[in-house]
């Protein structure tokens, strides 16, 4: 199952909001309808994200038809609506950040053909960055799984979260094939549910033993002896490394670090944003109430009771053991660490 693929002239989605009860792919000719696709969390996870927005300015590209001085303001549009899809995941604006430079590199291009190939390379460079990191993080994180580690897992950072493989369960993916007789517990990840219903599939597809867990049953475990360690992935990591991950996230950190368990946040560099100084600089998305009323159309609350439903928290540095990227593992003091890594080539 592959979350998109670009198919020349459209982008093909697999439709996660329905997964795992329905299995379905929707193909967006327009930038409008890549935007949409993000709002409704069709396509979802950081990396995946940002692909999707690259893609998406590539249809914007294409669907543009008036004449080559029109495009830059025509494009300027086409990245603010994909821009104002989801604040927190910054792999969407380090993306969008790539196409814009690759379209000013274009500016004494006179065929429009050719500046919507350039683009096209660049979105496809892109998306085979983040398989490439994504197979790197795996490695580097391999080694720090013991075997027969007991793995604590939140949200889904896998193969629907990115183009392929996945950071956090890319880790749990590259340790299962390398023989260690691992076992993930999936947190089901309350309002939306992406740890039941993704990633308990993609380790059920992958025979990776899983067992899924309500998201207030994470301490009973840890004080239980159950957990060895814990693996999330990240929306995006501010300069002193402070997290910001699914909405959850954060309980689960003070919980491991109660509980002297190592928690490891598995993401490529794509999601360091060294502009933002803290964890409390990091935009965090706040989701319609229904999300919390409802399970999947299903009422679960009076339907006038006032909701609250941020869609992540952040975690702050000091509870993170250390953070696996694809040019390897950053530890403490992370304002320093994570600054070397990044200027690192
Ligand atoms: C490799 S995905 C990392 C994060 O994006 C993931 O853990 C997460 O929080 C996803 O949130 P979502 O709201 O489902 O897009």
Known sequence: MKSIEWLGNALRILDQSKLPVEI???????????????????VRGAPAIGAAVAYGFVLGALEYQGDRDGLPSFMEKVQSRLAETRPTAVN???????MEDRLRECWDMDDLDDVRRVLTEEANRIAED??????LIGEVGNEIVPDKANILTHCNAGALAT??????????????????????????????????????????????PVTLITDNMAGYLMQQGK?????????????????????????????????????????????IDLKVANGQ???IEER???EVRECFGVSVAPEEVKVFNPAFDVTPAKYITGI???????????SVNLLKLMVRS
């Open 130 to 135: 983040d398989r490439r990191m994504n197979r």
């Open 92 to 98: 969407l604006f380090w993306a969008l950040r790539r």
């Open 281 to 283: 600089e990091i935009p």
């Open 163 to 208: 183009v392929e493989y996945g950071t956090a369960l890319g880790v749990i993916r590259s340790a299962h094939l390398a023989g260690k007789m691992i076992h993930v517990y999936a947190d089901e990840t309350r309002p939306l549910l992406q740890g039941a219903r993704l990633t308990a599939l993609e380790l059920l597809e992958e025979k990776i």
């Open 24 to 42: 379905l792919y929707r193909d967006a000719v327009s930038y409008e309808s890549v935007a949409e696709a993000i709002e409704n969390m069709e």
């Open 227 to 271: 957990i060895d360690l814990v693996i999330v992935g990240a929306d995006r990591i501010a300069a002193n490394g402070d997290t910001a991950n699914k909405i959850g996230t954060y309980s689960v950190a003070v919980l491991a670090n109660a509980h002297g368990i190592p928690f490891y946040v598995a993401a490529p560099t794509s999601t």
């Open 324 to 334: 696996i990227t694809e040019k390897g593992m950053v530890t403490a003091p992370y």
């Open 288 to 290: 319609p109430a229904n």
